[in-house]
């Protein structure tokens, strides 16, 4: 762990405060307690847990103690904008943490998600399960939500599913995203390193909080399994790609729907997105000055700008996102492969099969974008995401394309088209690191790093899994929407709906069985490091042959997921990326 004066300062200063329960907790001994009164919250039978920064009253939901809203940082408000976090600061009495806190600032999006502006959101959630013995030390499992580092939050995901039936510690945090958490810009950081990814420091902090604070909850600090899904994915290749900022605090690794090998930008280059956020609000003058002008801005001025600079630039389409070069992220993954530096533990990996259909829905509601008709799909949108030519020949790739996935040259109906183009772009894409062959050129590589450790690879690929109302809002899509991007999620985390109501239907009963199966498989992967599941197939580590575990009802097992998404044709259109 590093250290540093702050938490030198910070740790002396709980120690003053919590005497013994400090020793407690350093010692790794759980401190559930029946009741604790105090003076704002009467004495009751929710479970109190004592953390080093005070105690906390979680409640008992669907056989899980939670404890929900519990800050891991100070508010990064006004003077704190833009700055590495810092932990929050112990409290007296009894902490009231029986419901989620709020979402980071971000815009609602897809006529779907929620708008918040509430920068008082670094909290970090807990659920364990109610039958934990005394003196029990179970595997933790430490979630990051997706949401394209613009979106998305902690209050969305129930955890208590992942943490009965795997019989876990269940942690999920929020983390600053958008123009508040992922943005680069002159006035930011010039002296220290640290300029973006102030997203990625927040992560690093609610770990490290994890790492200090699980064993009070009945969870082993030393079998800690960081998983997460999209951004989130994405977010734990970077920690992967730089062990030295991430020290000990995680020792698994379970990744869904990232493809770690997608280049990133560097900090330099990403600076102009910042100048042209400072610009929209018309922050002008020495950086000083500039910053003084930003961190006086309203929240909603700072998003409405956000959503303007991302309408005027849809060619950069993820404007604010990790970067590398700066202190948090000094090199990407493929850098730290190259240089035999990456954090070397046991990895879960994959993704949904039509990944990016989702997005084609999305697309398909969008009037002011070309249709999806056979004109649109030559003409339009195959040259807009696979512009050029294949190397060493005058053939264009989209000729290539149209043979490879067209060969008659004709679609059997109207909505073959968006399938079709969702299909391909689920396939590979370069534009965006969100596609099944990469993942597949991920799991090669690492799996061929001298001394690495085991990395099982699947595809989720249930026809039935929820999409209509929970991945996208009315009007829906007239095609086949497949197996799409984030579905996969209420497989462990039931209801999710994409908003903080978490009111989504029920699975239907063989894909409840699915989830089940998938719960086991996953939950003793963090356990053991080897994902089974009683009954099931067992899941050999990845050989870098394109075998992969699928999961659909009833018929789950290997599949030949390189030749399933055409990855030999991808290669040969770009040698560089995948072979």
């Given at each position: 762990?590093?250290?540093?004066?702050?938490?030198?300062?910070?740790?002396?200063?709980?120690?003053?405060?919590?005497?013994?329960?400090?020793?407690?907790?350093?010692?790794?001994?759980p401190?559930?307690?029946a009741?604790c009164?105090?003076?704002?919250?009467?004495?009751?039978?929710?479970?109190v847990?004592?953390?080093?920064?005070?105690?906390?009253r979680?409640?008992v939901?669907s056989?899980?103690?939670?404890?929900?809203g519990?800050p891991?940082?100070?508010?990064?408000?006004?003077?704190?904008?833009?700055?590495?976090?810092?932990?929050a600061?112990?409290?007296t009495?009894?902490?009231?943490?029986?419901?989620?806190?709020?979402?980071?600032?971000?815009?609602?999006?897809?006529?779907?998600?929620?708008?918040?502006?509430d920068?008082n959101?670094?909290?970090?959630?807990?659920?364990?399960?109610?039958?934990?013995?005394?003196g029990?030390?179970?595997?933790?499992?430490?979630?990051?939500?997706?949401?394209?580092?613009?979106g998305?939050?902690?209050?969305?995901?129930?955890?208590?599913?992942?943490?009965?039936k795997?019989?876990m510690?269940?942690?999920?945090?929020?983390?600053?995203?958008?123009v508040?958490?992922?943005?680069?810009?002159?006035?930011?950081?010039?002296?220290?390193?640290?300029?973006?990814?102030?997203?990625?420091?927040?992560?690093?902090?609610?770990?490290?909080?994890?790492?200090?604070?699980v064993?009070?909850?009945?969870?082993?600090?030393?079998?800690?399994?960081?998983?997460?899904?999209?951004?989130g994915a994405?977010s734990?290749?970077?920690h992967?790609?730089?062990p030295?900022?991430?020290?000990?605090?995680?020792?698994k690794?379970?990744?869904?729907?990232?493809?770690?090998?997608?280049?990133?930008?560097?900090?330099e280059?990403?600076?102009?997105?910042?100048?042209?956020?400072?610009?929209?609000?018309?922050?002008?003058?020495?950086?000083?000055?500039?910053?003084?002008c930003?961190?006086g801005?309203?929240?909603?001025?700072?998003?409405?700008?956000?959503?303007k600079y991302?309408?005027l630039?849809?060619e950069?389409?993820?404007?604010?996102?990790?970067?590398?070069?700066?202190?948090?992220?000094?090199r990407?993954?493929?850098?730290?492969l190259?240089?035999?530096?990456?954090?070397?533990?046991?990895?879960?990996?994959?993704?949904?099969?039509?990944e990016?259909?989702?997005?084609?829905?999305y697309?398909?509601q969008?009037?002011?974008l070309?249709?999806?008709?056979?004109?649109?799909?030559?003409?339009?949108?195959?040259?807009l995401?696979?512009?050029g030519?294949?190397?060493?020949?005058?053939?264009?790739?989209?000729?290539?394309?149209?043979?490879e996935?067209?060969?008659?040259?004709?679609?059997?109906?109207?909505?073959?088209?968006?399938?079709?183009?969702?299909?391909?772009v689920s396939?590979?894409?370069?534009?965006?690191?969100?596609?099944?062959?990469?993942?597949?050129?991920t799991?090669?590589?690492?799996?061929?790093?001298a001394?690495?450790?085991?990395?099982?690879?699947?595809e989720?690929?249930?026809?039935?899994?929820p999409?209509?109302?929970?991945?996208?809002?009315?009007?829906?899509?007239?095609f086949?929407?497949?197996?799409?991007?984030?579905?996969?999620?209420?497989?462990?985390?039931?209801?999710?709906?994409?908003?903080s109501?978490?009111?989504?239907?029920?699975l239907?009963?063989?894909?409840?069985?699915?989830?089940?199966q998938?719960?086991?498989?996953?939950?003793?992967?963090?356990?053991?490091?080897v994902?089974?599941?009683?009954?099931q197939?067992?899941?050999?580590?990845?050989?870098?042959?394109?075998?992969?575990?699928?999961?659909?009802p009833?018929?789950?097992g290997?599949?030949d997921?390189?030749t399933?998404?055409?990855?030999?044709?991808?290669?040969?259109?770009?040698?560089?990326?995948?072979?």
């Amino acid at each position: 762990m590093e250290i540093t004066l702050h938490s030198i300062h910070h740790s002396l200063s709980l120690g003053s405060r919590l005497g013994a329960r400090s020793l407690f907790l350093a010692l790794g001994v759980p401190l559930f307690l029946a009741s604790c009164k105090d003076s704002s919250t009467p004495a009751n039978t929710d479970p109190v847990v004592v953390t080093d920064l005070g105690p906390v009253r979680g409640v008992v939901r669907s056989g899980a103690k939670e404890f929900r809203g519990m800050p891991y940082a100070e508010a990064p408000i006004s003077a704190r904008r833009w700055a590495v976090p810092v932990p929050a600061l112990p409290w007296t009495g009894t902490r009231d943490s029986r419901e989620f806190g709020p979402a980071c600032p971000q815009e609602a999006r897809f006529d779907l998600t929620e708008r918040s502006e509430d920068e008082n959101c670094l909290s970090i959630n807990v659920s364990v399960p109610e039958d934990i013995q005394p003196g029990e030390k179970l595997p933790v499992f430490f979630w990051l939500h997706g949401g394209a580092f613009v979106g998305g939050a902690s209050n969305l995901y129930r955890l208590d599913q992942m943490a009965v039936k795997g019989h876990m510690v269940v942690v999920s945090a929020n983390y600053r995203i958008g123009v508040f958490g992922f943005m680069e810009h002159p006035a930011f950081g010039p002296n220290d390193g640290f300029n973006g990814n102030y997203g990625l420091e927040d992560q690093r902090e609610a770990m490290r909080w994890a790492k200090r604070n699980v064993a009070a909850f009945g969870g082993d600090p030393e079998n800690i399994t960081i998983a997460g899904e999209s951004a989130g994915a994405g977010s734990i290749c970077v920690h992967l790609a730089n062990p030295e900022k991430v020290p000990g605090y995680f020792h698994k690794a379970a990744l869904t729907s990232a493809a770690c090998l997608q280049p990133m930008t560097p900090v330099e280059d990403a600076l102009k997105v910042g100048t042209g956020i400072s610009d929209a609000i018309n922050c002008k003058g020495t950086n000083d000055e500039v910053l003084t002008c930003m961190r006086g801005k309203s929240v909603s001025d700072l998003l409405d700008a956000q959503g303007k600079y991302a309408t005027l630039h849809p060619e950069n389409l993820t404007p604010f996102a990790p970067t590398i070069g700066n202190a948090t992220a000094p090199r990407s993954f493929g850098k730290a492969l190259d240089e035999q530096k990456l954090y070397q533990v046991p990895m879960l990996m994959g993704g949904a099969r039509e990944e990016l259909r989702l997005y084609v829905g999305y697309w398909w509601q969008d009037d002011k974008l070309p249709r999806f008709t056979p004109a649109g799909f030559h003409d339009a949108w195959l040259p807009l995401l696979y512009p050029g030519n294949v190397p060493g020949t005058s053939d264009t790739i989209v000729s290539q394309i149209m043979a490879e996935y067209l060969p008659s040259g004709t679609f059997a109906s109207d909505k073959a088209v968006p399938e079709t183009f969702g299909t391909i772009v689920s396939d590979y894409v370069p534009s965006i690191g969100i596609n099944n062959c990469l993942y597949l050129q991920t799991a090669k590589r690492v799996s061929a790093l001298a001394g690495a450790k085991s990395l099982y690879e699947y595809e989720f690929a249930d026809p039935k899994a929820p999409v209509l109302g929970v991945g996208i809002a009315a009007p829906y899509p007239d095609f086949d929407m497949g197996t799409v991007h984030s579905s996969v999620l209420n497989y462990f985390f039931p209801k999710l709906s994409n908003t903080s109501k978490i009111d989504a239907p029920d699975l239907e009963s063989a894909s409840q069985t699915l989830a089940n199966q998938m719960t086991e498989y996953w939950s003793t992967f963090a356990r053991t490091g080897v994902p089974a599941a009683s009954g099931q197939p067992a899941w050999a580590a990845y050989a870098g042959d394109g075998k992969a575990m699928t999961f659909v009802p009833g018929s789950s097992g290997t599949v030949d997921a390189r030749t399933r998404h055409h990855c030999a044709f991808w290669a040969r259109m770009y040698p560089t990326t995948l072979q």
